[in-house]
Protein backbone atom coordinates (compact mmCIF):
# COMPACT_ATOMS: atom_id res chain seq x y z
CA UNK A 1 0.00 0.00 0.00
CA UNK A 2 1.68 3.34 -1.07
CA UNK A 3 1.66 6.00 1.37
CA UNK A 4 1.43 4.14 4.40
CA UNK A 5 2.71 1.30 6.36
CA UNK A 6 0.28 -1.18 6.76
CA UNK A 7 -1.27 -4.81 7.22
CA UNK A 8 -4.63 -6.43 5.80
CA UNK A 9 -7.52 -5.94 8.18
CA UNK A 10 -9.17 -9.21 9.26
CA UNK A 11 -11.16 -11.68 7.47
CA UNK A 12 -15.10 -10.54 7.60
CA UNK A 13 -14.00 -6.78 8.90
CA UNK A 14 -16.52 -5.63 6.35
CA UNK A 15 -15.38 -1.90 5.72
CA UNK A 16 -14.95 -0.93 2.65
CA UNK A 17 -18.57 -0.96 1.83
CA UNK A 18 -18.88 2.11 3.97
CA UNK A 19 -17.79 4.84 1.67
CA UNK A 20 -20.84 5.13 -1.03
CA UNK A 21 -21.28 3.91 -4.12
CA UNK A 22 -21.58 5.62 -7.59
CA UNK A 23 -24.84 4.61 -9.86
CA UNK A 24 -25.25 2.00 -12.06
CA UNK A 25 -26.68 1.84 -15.80
CA UNK A 26 -29.97 0.42 -16.08
CA UNK A 27 -29.66 -0.30 -19.94
CA UNK A 28 -27.63 -3.69 -19.32
CA UNK A 29 -29.84 -6.87 -18.71
CA UNK A 30 -29.48 -8.61 -15.10
CA UNK A 31 -26.68 -10.96 -14.86
CA UNK A 32 -24.69 -9.46 -17.41
CA UNK A 33 -20.97 -10.04 -16.98
CA UNK A 34 -18.60 -7.93 -15.45
CA UNK A 35 -16.58 -6.46 -18.24
CA UNK A 36 -12.80 -6.51 -17.56
CA UNK A 37 -10.37 -4.15 -20.32
CA UNK A 38 -6.87 -3.79 -20.55
CA UNK A 39 -7.96 -0.18 -18.67
CA UNK A 40 -10.12 -1.28 -16.48
CA UNK A 41 -9.80 -4.82 -14.08
CA UNK A 42 -13.36 -3.88 -12.71
CA UNK A 43 -16.39 -2.76 -14.03
CA UNK A 44 -19.49 -3.23 -13.28
CA UNK A 45 -23.03 -1.75 -14.61
CA UNK A 46 -26.42 -2.69 -13.06
CA UNK A 47 -26.85 -4.83 -10.69
CA UNK A 48 -23.79 -3.99 -8.80
CA UNK A 49 -22.52 -6.87 -6.60
CA UNK A 50 -21.73 -6.15 -3.11
CA UNK A 51 -18.49 -7.72 -3.50
CA UNK A 52 -17.44 -5.48 -6.35
CA UNK A 53 -19.07 -2.28 -4.40
CA UNK A 54 -16.56 -2.90 -1.63
CA UNK A 55 -13.63 -3.40 -3.40
CA UNK A 56 -14.53 -0.11 -5.56
CA UNK A 57 -15.92 1.95 -2.37
CA UNK A 58 -12.28 0.06 -0.79
CA UNK A 59 -10.17 2.40 -3.07
CA UNK A 60 -11.68 5.66 -1.19
CA UNK A 61 -9.31 5.88 1.70
CA UNK A 62 -10.68 6.87 5.51
CA UNK A 63 -9.66 7.12 8.88
CA UNK A 64 -10.54 5.25 11.59
CA UNK A 65 -12.90 5.58 14.53
CA UNK A 66 -14.22 3.96 16.99
CA UNK A 67 -17.61 5.04 17.68
CA UNK A 68 -18.40 4.80 21.83
CA UNK A 69 -22.05 5.05 23.10
CA UNK A 70 -23.74 4.54 26.54
CA UNK A 71 -22.61 5.53 29.89
CA UNK A 72 -20.17 4.32 32.55
CA UNK A 73 -23.16 1.54 33.65
CA UNK A 74 -23.26 0.14 30.31
CA UNK A 75 -21.03 1.22 27.54
CA UNK A 76 -19.97 0.01 24.05
CA UNK A 77 -17.60 1.03 20.93
CA UNK A 78 -17.66 -0.31 17.80
CA UNK A 79 -15.03 0.16 14.62
CA UNK A 80 -16.48 2.63 11.94
CA UNK A 81 -14.83 4.30 9.10
CA UNK A 82 -17.98 6.15 7.65
CA UNK A 83 -17.96 8.80 9.59
CA UNK A 84 -18.11 12.16 8.06
CA UNK A 85 -18.60 15.80 8.57
CA UNK A 86 -22.04 17.32 7.81
CA UNK A 87 -22.62 21.08 8.37
CA UNK A 88 -20.55 23.82 10.83
CA UNK A 89 -23.28 25.65 11.77
CA UNK A 90 -25.14 23.86 13.95
CA UNK A 91 -22.38 21.44 13.97
CA UNK A 92 -23.41 18.33 12.74
CA UNK A 93 -21.78 14.89 12.07
CA UNK A 94 -22.74 11.68 10.92
CA UNK A 95 -21.87 7.91 10.34
CA UNK A 96 -23.50 4.56 9.34
CA UNK A 97 -24.16 1.51 11.44
CA UNK A 98 -25.25 -1.71 10.43
CA UNK A 99 -28.70 -2.38 11.61
CA UNK A 100 -27.41 -5.42 13.45
CA UNK A 101 -24.52 -3.84 15.06
CA UNK A 102 -24.69 -4.53 18.95
CA UNK A 103 -24.18 -0.65 18.98
CA UNK A 104 -27.24 -0.08 17.31
CA UNK A 105 -29.34 -0.25 20.54
CA UNK A 106 -27.03 1.81 22.59
CA UNK A 107 -27.37 4.68 20.57
CA UNK A 108 -30.79 5.11 20.23
CA UNK A 109 -30.94 4.19 24.05
CA UNK A 110 -28.84 6.50 25.24
CA UNK A 111 -29.10 8.93 22.15
CA UNK A 112 -25.45 9.81 22.59
CA UNK A 113 -21.89 8.94 20.91
CA UNK A 114 -18.58 10.17 21.30
CA UNK A 115 -16.54 9.57 18.11
CA UNK A 116 -12.81 8.58 18.66
CA UNK A 117 -10.27 9.60 15.64
CA UNK A 118 -7.84 6.79 16.09
CA UNK A 119 -4.02 6.96 16.01
CA UNK A 120 -1.59 5.29 14.01
CA UNK A 121 -0.27 2.83 16.45
CA UNK A 122 -3.86 2.09 17.39
CA UNK A 123 -4.37 -0.82 14.67
CA UNK A 124 -4.84 -3.45 17.36
CA UNK A 125 -7.90 -1.26 19.18
CA UNK A 126 -9.87 -1.20 15.75
CA UNK A 127 -9.35 -4.76 15.38
CA UNK A 128 -10.44 -5.20 18.75
CA UNK A 129 -13.87 -3.14 18.38
CA UNK A 130 -14.46 -4.54 15.03
CA UNK A 131 -15.47 -8.14 16.07
CA UNK A 132 -18.34 -10.42 17.23
CA UNK A 133 -16.31 -10.90 20.22
CA UNK A 134 -15.70 -7.21 20.37
CA UNK A 135 -13.41 -5.32 23.49
CA UNK A 136 -14.85 -3.97 26.97
CA UNK A 137 -14.57 -0.29 27.25
CA UNK A 138 -13.60 -1.07 30.58
CA UNK A 139 -10.35 -2.93 29.36
CA UNK A 140 -8.95 0.52 27.34
CA UNK A 141 -8.21 3.93 28.72
CA UNK A 142 -10.98 6.34 29.39
CA UNK A 143 -12.65 9.10 30.51
CA UNK A 144 -16.07 10.65 30.68
CA UNK A 145 -16.97 13.25 28.01
CA UNK A 146 -19.66 16.12 29.43
CA UNK A 147 -21.93 13.41 28.31
CA UNK A 148 -20.89 10.98 30.19
CA UNK A 149 -19.94 8.81 27.33
CA UNK A 150 -16.53 7.76 27.14
CA UNK A 151 -13.73 9.18 25.27
CA UNK A 152 -10.82 6.73 24.30
CA UNK A 153 -7.98 8.50 26.16
CA UNK A 154 -5.29 7.87 23.59
CA UNK A 155 -7.60 8.60 20.29
CA UNK A 156 -5.59 11.09 18.14
CA UNK A 157 -8.93 13.17 18.78
CA UNK A 158 -12.54 12.88 19.57
CA UNK A 159 -16.50 14.53 18.79
CA UNK A 160 -18.75 13.83 21.96
CA UNK A 161 -22.45 14.32 19.80
CA UNK A 162 -26.45 14.15 20.78
CA UNK A 163 -28.48 12.08 18.42
CA UNK A 164 -30.30 14.31 16.54
CA UNK A 165 -31.41 12.45 13.51
CA UNK A 166 -31.57 8.99 12.24
CA UNK A 167 -32.33 7.79 9.10
CA UNK A 168 -32.97 4.63 6.72
CA UNK A 169 -30.25 3.75 4.82
CA UNK A 170 -30.60 0.37 3.90
CA UNK A 171 -28.86 -2.16 5.77
CA UNK A 172 -27.14 0.16 7.44
CA UNK A 173 -28.72 3.53 9.77
CA UNK A 174 -27.27 6.93 9.33
CA UNK A 175 -27.00 8.71 12.64
CA UNK A 176 -26.89 12.26 12.89
CA UNK A 177 -25.27 13.74 15.91
CA UNK A 178 -24.63 17.69 16.84
CA UNK A 179 -21.32 18.05 18.61
CA UNK A 180 -21.40 19.09 21.74
CA UNK A 181 -17.79 18.80 22.84
CA UNK A 182 -14.46 18.15 20.75
CA UNK A 183 -10.77 17.33 21.77
CA UNK A 184 -7.35 16.62 20.37
CA UNK A 185 -5.51 14.78 23.02
CA UNK A 186 -2.77 13.07 20.44
CA UNK A 187 -2.58 16.07 18.03
CA UNK A 188 1.04 14.73 17.07
CA UNK A 189 0.39 11.48 16.11
CA UNK A 190 -0.44 10.17 13.09
CA UNK A 191 -3.69 8.92 12.30
CA UNK A 192 -4.35 5.16 11.79
CA UNK A 193 -5.89 4.87 7.84
CA UNK A 194 -7.84 2.58 6.02
CA UNK A 195 -7.40 1.53 2.05
CA UNK A 196 -7.83 -1.45 0.01
CA UNK A 197 -8.85 -3.33 3.51
CA UNK A 198 -5.51 -2.39 4.83
CA UNK A 199 -5.03 -0.38 8.41
CA UNK A 200 -1.92 1.38 8.19
CA UNK A 201 -0.32 4.82 9.58
CA UNK A 202 0.71 7.92 6.97
CA UNK A 203 4.28 7.27 6.71
CA UNK A 204 6.65 10.84 7.16
CA UNK A 205 6.51 12.36 3.82
CA UNK A 206 3.05 12.74 3.72
CA UNK A 207 3.18 15.40 6.32
CA UNK A 208 5.01 17.76 3.87
CA UNK A 209 2.10 18.49 1.00
CA UNK A 210 0.16 21.82 2.12
CA UNK A 211 -2.98 21.05 4.26
CA UNK A 212 -6.18 22.43 3.07
CA UNK A 213 -7.50 25.01 5.72
CA UNK A 214 -10.92 26.57 4.61
CA UNK A 215 -13.54 24.68 2.42
C1 LIG B 1 -11.81 -0.41 9.28
C2 LIG B 1 -13.22 -0.85 9.61
C3 LIG B 1 -14.28 0.03 9.38
C4 LIG B 1 -15.60 -0.35 9.67
N1 LIG B 1 -16.62 0.55 9.44
C5 LIG B 1 -17.89 0.22 9.76
C6 LIG B 1 -18.96 1.15 9.57
O1 LIG B 1 -18.75 2.27 9.10
N2 LIG B 1 -20.21 0.77 9.94
C7 LIG B 1 -20.48 -0.48 10.46
O2 LIG B 1 -21.64 -0.77 10.75
N3 LIG B 1 -19.49 -1.39 10.64
C8 LIG B 1 -18.21 -1.06 10.31
N4 LIG B 1 -17.19 -1.96 10.50
C9 LIG B 1 -17.53 -3.28 10.98
C10 LIG B 1 -17.76 -3.27 12.47
O3 LIG B 1 -16.67 -2.73 13.20
C11 LIG B 1 -18.01 -4.72 12.92
O4 LIG B 1 -18.76 -5.40 11.97
C12 LIG B 1 -18.77 -4.70 14.12
O5 LIG B 1 -17.98 -4.25 15.18
C13 LIG B 1 -19.26 -6.09 14.51
O6 LIG B 1 -20.53 -5.97 14.92
P1 LIG B 1 -20.93 -5.17 16.27
O7 LIG B 1 -21.06 -3.73 15.87
O8 LIG B 1 -22.20 -5.78 16.70
O9 LIG B 1 -19.80 -5.36 17.25
C14 LIG B 1 -15.86 -1.61 10.21
C15 LIG B 1 -14.79 -2.50 10.45
C16 LIG B 1 -13.49 -2.11 10.16
C17 LIG B 1 -12.34 -3.06 10.45
Known amino acids: ?123 GLARAFAGKGTAEIRDVAHHPSVTGVPVLSDALAFLSCRLVDAFDGGDHTIFVGQVVELGVPRQHQEPLVFFRGWLGALEEELRGVHPIIDG
Open 1 to 123: MAGATSSQAAPGAAAAEYGGAGAGSADVPPGTPAPVTDRMSLHQAHPVDGRSLRTVCGMFVTGVTVITSGDADHAEGTTVNSFTSVSLDPPLVLFCLHNESRLRAVVEGSRKFVVNFLQGQQE
